[in-house]
């Protein structure tokens, strides 16, 4: 593609994201995500109401006048994006796919993460790990995330998640806010996200499109495998191959939503014809409560 096209894209989803994070989910994510803790601000006068507990004895005793300690939310955070850049993100029926959906979200959040001063880095992964980004701050930083989660062309097809969550086991040593974007077709990452959701705050984000979850009859279909670049036909009009493909959408769901479940890690799923910022909203207020 076109460099300038390229920046033109990267600049329409700014534009629209950065709008939102700005006005909308800053306030909410800093209520949702806290920070490390609370560390020392300053000493002032004693004011009625005052906590006791934060009295400085050792200012009081010397000057003679009751002086307490103030202190402020630790805010800085790691947040990291788990990006799945996996050929079957690139399907959608209506609106848009599914990685166009998981780039605005990405977008979204990584605006919000340095809006509140915190570090933003990524993990794109197909099969296996296509690219790592450290985190960083600054705008400059998050348009670079931003352009390569549209534009990374990956060496796999496949989806593998557990691969990616050892990935980020064994690079993030430190506590981080992980959100994972993808359209969860895959299974058998239990164990690696029992691992991850013990050392960081992990957020399961599944993307997907309604046409995955209740196929019509619309009879013949030619159909390309996105991930083994298979061609096959697909009959629509034989209820029992939609009830096939419709339960293998429902089994990754479910274990999916069960294994988020059991390791208590938040998760949300987003279709590409939804409101987005009303989910995240709520999403965002749920936390806080």
Do not use: C
Not at 105 to 116: E, R
Not at 241 to 270: C, G, M, P
Not at 281 to 287: E, I
């Amino acid at each position: 593609m076109d460099p300038s096209e390229i920046l033109k894209k990267v600049r329409k989803i700014e534009i629209k994201t950065k709008g939102l994070s700005k006005h909308i989910f800053s306030g909410e994510y800093h209520s949702a995500f806290k920070g490390r803790g609370m560390s020392f601000s300053e000493v002032r006068d004693y004011h009625y109401g005052d906590d006791i507990r934060n009295i400085d004895w050792n200012v009081t005793a010397r000057t003679g006048d009751t002086h307490i300690k103030v202190f402020e939310e630790d805010r800085e955070l790691t947040v990291m994006l788990m990006v799945d850049i996996s050929r079957s993100s690139f399907f959608g029926s209506v609106n848009q796919f599914k990685s166009e959906l998981i780039a605005e979200l990405s977008a979204v959040i990584a605006f919000s993460a340095i809006t509140n001063n915190d570090k933003v880095g990524a993990v794109l992964f197909s099969d296996q790990v296509e690219k790592y980004i450290p985190p960083k701050k600054g705008k400059k930083h998050i348009l670079r995330i931003i352009r390569e989660i549209i534009f990374f062309e990956p060496v796999s097809k496949g989806t593998d998640l557990e691969k990616a969550l050892i990935y980020l086991n064994n690079i993030q040593k430190k506590k981080a806010i992980v959100f994972v974007l993808s359209d969860f077709m895959t299974q058998g990452y239990e164990p690696a996200l029992s691992v991850a959701s013990r050392r960081h705050d992990i957020i399961g984000m599944h993307i997907y499109d309604r046409m995955e979850k209740d196929i019509p009859n619309i009879g013949l279909i030619e159909a390309i495998d996105a991930e083994t670049n298979e061609e096959v036909i697909i009959d629509t009009s034989s209820a029992s191959v939609r009830k096939k493909l419709q339960q293998w959408f429902s089994d990754n769901y479910d274990y999916y939503n069960e294994t988020f479940n059991r390791y208590r890690a938040d998760h949300i799923s987003i279709n590409t014809q939804d409101d987005y910022v009303k989910l995240l909203l709520q999403f965002f207020k749920k936390r806080s409560a």
